[in-house]
């Protein structure tokens, strides 16, 4: 624990700004509702970011109009905390408004970073992060004013974490360039409570119980990506990701297998109402589960024809296919956003 | 001159007909080597900047000429046997037809419809209908079926509602095992022979469409056009048979002007040319315009042997007194439509030389044979009689209308001309160039091309109505962030434009490959800065893709469009036209254009382009000849402004019939004023012989009625109800020329016998006629 916290400082770096020289102006696009749409969230009005740097804010769930945004970057993520909202994205383009989404600024842009956010957490209007690709990981104690670059090498698997200590030893300049091209991506981070979850690229689930300052991986007979985890009460974390795996912690035990028989990827967990959760996929695919999650053992050389699902998973696509990315409820509605753009979701 | 014509022709009459019937004989003979020929290049202005990008290209990215097979299922699924042994059928025979490009014929058999999936170790894929395929197994259709969904072909290469099965197809310009031009038609009727006669069933429904199915439905139709000209040509027998009470009379002018055509056919196949589908309205034309001659003829030989001079000495004078004015007739229509040759566009100008040609050897047939022939003709005490009633009961019709030249009724009738006028005009205005409906005008709406066009439509995301910008920049190109990202950029801007369904580039491929390399995830569909990663992503689209050359200097952004309208087309080209400025730079060029909507813009462009020139020189050349031969300003006005009202009324009326200007129905207008300027010329110079001997204008007026009057009204009557017809004919197209040329004939006429005195009038005022 003391040697990955002091990894973590180690890693720590301020952050060089050039978001001076940039700005975009936006195209306000007829069919922007029915763009690449990538993330949502919502307080009391909300918020929906996706390619090109497409904005769109809504007070009431049903109209959301599309904003002026300094940058095309893609955006992957966004979070509203009051009224202050943050959208990160691709060229590691971090934008802020103060006012519900309708102005915005770019708080930080590295096109030469060559690398995208991909989530971004506030824990309150000052402090947050934002993580990435290639363990991307920022964090900001100023609202975003000025943001610092970390890297977690406790997300890393134990043999990968050895390895590199193995060669700290010897070089730190050897040390670092190898901690920067191993690190994963880190596709989510969820805060419960004070204890942070990650999901991430080759199998990394973890979790932190300091904001992220230090990490401990979840051990998952698994080695593809994850993107999204999501405790669904005291005892039991829902995790989903690559090619229709899910995977459920139950009292801090091993985590286990939850047969869907669909190789969709699921790209992140909708908890709804009573026993009921969901997880959303590419193919606009959508899994249907209920609480407890039954679990079996998986064999990933079974015959596919011959999958069974477990009790209680159905497996529903919605019409046009689109892969489904998030989504969330609002005003009694269940907005989600798709490759195809905004969709209401029925669920029962 | 015309003393020593009269003499030759009429001192040899008996020569004179043998020769006719030799040349009628022979070129008879050639007339029945007629045949249809349609191509797809003679639609094209080749010379328009886009079609000069269009074939520079061909090569790389194909042509416009594409066939689209729909072969769908009764039971709206295609996951069966026989649907799948169906739909190899259709592709294996689509690829053996002579004049298909073979390596672009695609649907789910070719090898290149290929899937890709993502699984945790990178990708996997094959070819959506595996090699051991055997379409009798369940499980392998489960199979096809689940990599038809990896594949993302629903909406393309399947119908969104999984009923139907495309297979496309490219057509060659050149017949391969010929090296001739590819005869559409044949390769049209193997069409509907090999795939819908062979595989159409209680089962299967197979769908066409394409270029070269539209017109080879065009020719079927068209073969109709035959049995209208028939009746055509009887209303006309029988109402010739009433105005000259002989049947002698009855058809020898129209013997001579069914010869015209016949020349003009045999000229045609004699110089090499084939009868386009679309202009096979001009032999008809033909014919009309030499019945108006004809009849002003048999009129004038009447006129004559009332007097009891015998038929031969009338039907010399007939002949002296007709060929100035109906050679002058005859020369301005040949040359109005000679005018047309300036217009770069194939089939116009084919129609140019058909119609002009057609138009010249009225002169021969109709001013010299028929005369020549009904001087052989014995018109009796007996013939004299019957006409002797008719004259006096025409005169006092005619002085009704003779009033028309009277000050009164002239300027109301020229006010109502005026009003006519400028309604017309701002009417006019609105026509719409280029095709105003989904499918293919030429064709009804129930007809089953364009059924068949809406089925696919309905059933795919994508059609034939696709329009494709060329970038044109340097080598490797597609290696560049920049210009993969301007790329991107244009295609959204032009996806937001009202009229684009979709749009696909290799810029907007790339970022779903680069999605695919990133284990799927959407979060990463977006153009990869780095170049390596940028290179990766292309290199797994190939050339036939048909998104990128060899060297990737060259990539089209196609835009799939709604319709192919030409308000669609010309918002989306103009879209284009502004948004490329934001992007192009000296080293990227957005080049309009390819695709089969891209033909279109270059043809609506042309033919808009085209039109105010060819009213400019078909009414040049009316105005040339009228002042050579009347030597008067004032009578080149009276025939040309009631010809220019008519016209443009026309342009109204096609305006209000949603008929647009396309390259069939640009030349109608300057067709339509090849028939009026008859009408006009033939009023016209009795009315000034008049003039210049001292009568007033009311009486010459009256004079030139009672001479000529009856014939032009007659032949606007009879060409009008034979035309009329038309309406139910099969092909939209001849039905749609059908009510234009009824309303030319009419209108026409009416211009002639009451617009023309009644500006006279006004022109001349008080000549002659100080009391009145």
Redesign the interface.
Known sequence: MKKTIAACIAATFAVNYSTTAFAEEA?M???VEQ??L?DIDADSFVVIVG??GHILVSEDGNTFSQKNVPT?S?L?ATTVVGNHVWAVG??AVILHSADKGETWEIQNYQ?EL?R?F?DVLFFDEQHGIATGAYGLFYRTQDGGKSWNAERHASLLDPMDQEYLEDIRKEDETFYQQELESILPHL?RVTLDGNTLYMAG?AGLLAKSTNMGESWERYYVDY???F?DIKPLDENTVLAVG??GNIFVNRNAGEWEYVQTCS?S?L?SILVGSGSTVYALG??GMMITAQRPLPTSMRDPYANP?DCVADEGIVASQIKD?A?L?NATQFNGETIAVT?NGIKTLNLK | MTHFLEKLVFGNRKIVVVLFAIATVFLGYQASHMRLDAGFEKNIPLNHEYMKTYIEHRQDFGGANNILVSVCDKNDNIYNQNFFDTLKNVHDQLFFINGVNRSLVISLFSPSTRFT????GGFAGGPVIPADFNSSNP?AL?LVAANV?KANI?GRQVASDYSCAMVTAQLLDIDPQTGEPLDTLALAAELEEQLRGQYENENTSIHIIGFAKMIGDVADGAKDVLLFFAIAIAITAVMVYFFSRSVMLTLLPLVCSIIAVVWQLGLLTSIGFGMDPMSILVPFLVFAIGVSHGVQMINAVEKQAVTGIGAKRASMAAFRNLLVPGGIALLSDTVGFMTLLVIDIGIIRELAITASMGVAVIILTNLLLLPVLMSFLKLDQKYVEKFVGKENTNSRFWEVIAACSRKKPAAIILAVTAILFVFGHFQAQNMKIGDLHAGAPALHETSRYNQDTFLITDKYEVTVDYISILVETTPEACTSHSVMKAMD?FQ??M??V?GVQSAVSLASVAKIVNAGYN????????L???QQTLVQAISRVPTSSGLLNGDCSVMPIILFMEDHKAETISRVVDAVKTYRDEYQTDDMKFSLASGPVGVMAATNEAVSAAQDPMMLYVFGAVIALCLISFRSIRATLVVVIPLYVVSVLAQALMTYLQIGLTVSTLPVIALGVGIGVDYGIYILSTKSLMLKKGATVQEAYFAALKERGSAVLFTGITLAIGVSTWVFSSLKFQMDMGILLTFMFVVNMLGAIIVLPALARFLWWNKNDPGA
């Open positions: 195209f696009a007829s069919l763009s690449v990538l390619e090109r095309h893609t992957t691709h060229d096109p060559q995208p991909l596709n690229e080695t593809g990506s993107f690559l090619r190789n990827t790209n590419n193919n024809s296919k892969a990315l490759a | 999936e993502i699984v945790e499980e489960e969904e629903v950029d959204w801007k996806e937001n009202q284990e799927g995830n959407v979060k990463w569909q977006v990869p800065r780095n």
